[in-house]
């Protein structure tokens, strides 16, 4: 099911294809570039589980090759009081999607997807619970409180801190500039190259992939 995106990734990355790559003294080392992945997600949205569970298993064999980002796709809406969006999966979706943009500003990179993975192990109804954040941010050695996510986030893990709520209007009005509306939208290098809502949609690499196998 993830075989196209393994796919994909690996292509993007091969040497000889991808320009961020250089060969010094021999070894691959990586350019001043890296490829930028972003996956256009709901927080609570099940395509997004299973697609940041799709690049939990292929980033360990890209991690220093890749920047990965979520960005949150959402509906602005001027009458709601904590969010001004919606969120398709309701407002502990928006919560969640806060909680995750804080800890994606405030703690390292390697953290901010464990932290992502804790709460995505939970299951999707719980994404977003307060508790949850909280827990999860325990889990993975964030100071919730002292480290600026709770701060941002809002210190209860409500996920209503002003700053959380502003960086979460700023990636609904990006999302939807750039035209990503499913969750889970695959970008590399800021282009849509996969979909999955409930199959792998639109997955330009599925083409290559065939012909790839065929010949192998
Ligand atoms: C806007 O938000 C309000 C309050 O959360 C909600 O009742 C309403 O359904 C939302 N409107 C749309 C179009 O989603």
Request: aromatic share 6%; with cysteine; charged share 20%.
């Amino acid at each position: 099911m993830h075989l196209p995106l393994l796919a994909l990734l690996s292509n993007v990355l091969a040497p000889g294809l991808s320009p961020t790559l250089v060969v010094q003294n021999g070894q691959q080392k990586l350019g001043d570039r890296r490829v930028t992945v972003e996956l256009g997600v709901m927080s609570r949205c099940p395509d997004a589980l299973l697609c940041e569970s799709v690049f939990n298993e292929v980033l360990p064999k890209v991690a220093d090759k890749v920047d990965l980002s979520l960005l949150y796709i959402g509906k602005p809406n001027s009458t709601d009081q904590d969010f001004g969006i919606t969120c398709l999966h309701g407002p502990e979706e928006c919560a969640g999607n806060v909680q995750q943009l804080c800890v994606a500003k405030y703690a390292p990179s390697s953290t901010w997807w464990e932290f992502v993975q804790c709460q995505n192990y939970e299951g999707r109804y719980r994404v977003g619970s307060p508790d949850l954040a909280l827990k999860c941010a325990e889990a993975v050695g964030i100071d919730w409180v002292q480290g600026g996510a709770g701060q941002c986030a809002g210190l209860d893990g409500s996920g209503k801190g002003e700053e959380g709520v502003r960086l979460l209007r700023e990636s609904v009005e990006s999302t939807q500039t750039r035209g990503i509306v499913r969750s889970c939208t695959v970008l590399i290098q800021g282009q849509q190259v996969c979909i999955h809502d409930g199959t792998w949609k639109s997955c330009e690499i599925n083409e290559e992939y065939e012909r790839l196998n065929v010949d192998a």
